[in-house]
């Protein structure tokens, strides 16, 4: 993670949670309450960004294909969105905010509601993310169709696939991006210009079908790296 990467990664942490948290202590404590969360969320994204960045600079080493575990065998090439971590969060964020509400007084019930809102506002998004979002392995590269936007990536592109914690990125030079200038400027600031989290398509990346069609169609040239100790 590059200086550039980890200070956009903080800011756009800071803003999103920054203003949920500025929202919800609002109305009990009015502007003093926008401060109060504004701070908390600069505070936990410094500390969140922090432990990401640790975990980017963890040393790697090279994982052969036979560590995958990839029998060649009814392989599928396009794949939905299979990401649990974000519905554990929002269930998490659920059970923290109905275990601090004082339901004999008004403000705190309204607290409950604003955040009951922004949560099933989360879960739509998700729910038609997951409906409209597809990977595609193609025997020409990489392919993602969004509701928004297309990224297109050659294997010529494509530089390496690694693991970071539970995370498997794939990593490349560059890709093709079919999207209105707002959500292509987007996807860049959020770094899908150089990187795609697989996970995001396969619960357990390296027994997936999804490691056995990047397997098929790169050719098995694709290099793949490890944090985990051999």
């Not at 500025?22 to 926008?34: F, K, P, S």
């Not at 600069?42 to 790697?60: D, G, M, Q, S």
């Not at 010529?156 to 991006?177: D, G, H, N, P, T």
Request: glycine share 6%; proline share 4%.
């Amino acid at each position: 993670m590059t200086t550039r990467e980890f200070f956009k990664h903080w800011l756009a942490l800071t803003l999103g949670l920054g203003g949920v948290l500025a929202g919800y202590n609002a109305i009990t404590l009015g502007w003093g309450g926008v401060l109060l969360g504004l701070g908390l969320a600069l505070i936990f994204a410094l500390v969140w960004v922090l432990l990401e960045r640790r975990a980017y600079t963890r040393p790697t080493r090279p994982l052969a294909y036979e560590a995958l575990l990839l029998p060649v065998i009814n392989t599928r090439f396009e794949f939905p969105v299979r990401e649990i971590d974000t519905w554990a969060t929002l269930g998490a964020v659920l059970i923290v905010t109905v275990s601090n509400t004082t339901w004999s007084e008004p403000l705190s019930r309204l607290q409950l509601l604003y955040m009951g809102c922004l949560l099933a506002a989360a879960v739509l998004l998700r729910l038609v993310e997951g409906k409209h979002t597809r990977l595609n392995i193609l025997p020409t590269g990489v392919e993602v169709q969004a509701l928004f936007y297309t990224l297109t990536i050659p294997w010529s592109a494509v530089e390496r696939i690694e693991q970071r914690k539970y995370r498997w990125i794939l990593s490349y030079q560059s890709c093709e991006m079919k999207a209105s200038p707002l959500v292509t400027a987007w996807l860049k600031f959020k770094g899908f210009d150089r990187r795609l989290f697989l996970n995001k398509f396969a619960l357990d990346y390296p027994k997936s079908n999804l490691a056995r069609a990047i397997y098929q169609r790169g050719e098995a040239k694709i290099k793949h790296f490890t944090t985990e100790k051999g």
